[in-house]
Every structure is written in structure tokens, then in C-alpha cells.
């Protein structure tokens, strides 16, 4: 997989948890909070400079990310990562099969 497309990849997974996130505890499609963090989310990812390597941020060495949207994308992870796999059942298997082989590897 190229460069560009992980970075891709990385930042529709990341909005659709995002939105997922938002539709049940804000009750809309994406508040102006939960743009704001995806917006967020999306200059980190594009600045990476562990993207060829790296699998997720939470196993990545170096946290990019400031303390408060730190602990908002691990509430937002903690929330919707289970609730994938009845949303966007491929896009979870696929994150799934990535975390087993993150964690084989180490």
C-alpha cells in the first residue's frame, strides 16, 4: 500500500469512528467539537513521519498528539471501536486483523 493511500485510510477510519462517536453521544452527524478533533486528527496523520511503519498511534513511540485531544480520541476509540463491527463490519475486520498483527510482531 502506497504512502498516501495508508494516510487515507487512516483518516476514514478516524472520521467514521468520529461520527460514530458523535451521532450517539451529541445525537448529530458531527458537532463543530467533533470537527474540530477530526480537523485535528487529520494534520497529525498528514505530518506522520511514522506512517510507513506504524500501525496505530496508541503503539506509536512518539504521541503527536496534545493532552486533551489525546484523551478526547481515546474516549472517542473506546466508544466506537466496539460499535464498529455492527456500523462498518469490513472496516472493523480490517482494523482487527491489523491489531493482531501489531501485536504478533512485537
Same mark, same amino acid.
Not at 474540530?36 to 504521541?63: G, N, Q, W
Not at 466508544?79 to 480490517?94: D, E, L, N
Given at each position: 500500500?502506497?504512502?498516501?493511500? =495508508? +494516510? ?7 472520521? /467514521? ?6 451521532? =450517539? ?18 494534520? +497529525? ?10 500501525? /496505530?498511534?496508541?503503539?506509536? =513511540? ?16 473506546? /466508544?466506537?471501536?466496539? +460499535?464498529?463491527? /455492527? ?20
Amino acid at each position: 500500500m502506497q504512502l498516501s493511500e =495508508k +494516510r487515507q485510510q487512516e483518516k476514514e477510519i478516524i472520521r /467514521f469512528m468520529i461520527a460514530l462517536y458523535c451521532k =450517539k453521544k451529541h445525537k448529530q452527524n458531527m458537532c463543530s467539537e467533533c470537527q474540530t478533533l477530526y480537523e485535528y486528527a487529520c494534520k +497529525r496523520i498528514d505530518v506522520c513521519p511514522f506512517m510507513e511503519t506504524k500501525t /496505530f498511534c496508541s503503539s506509536c =513511540k512518539v504521541h503527536c498528539y496534545g493532552k486533551e485531544q489525546r484523551e478526547k480520541i481515546r474516549e472517542v476509540m473506546r /466508544f466506537s471501536g466496539p +460499535r464498529m463491527i /455492527f456500523y462498518h463490519p469490513i472496516m472493523a475486520i480490517r482494523h482487527m486483523m491489523n491489531t493482531i498483527k501489531n501485536k504478533r510482531s512485537k
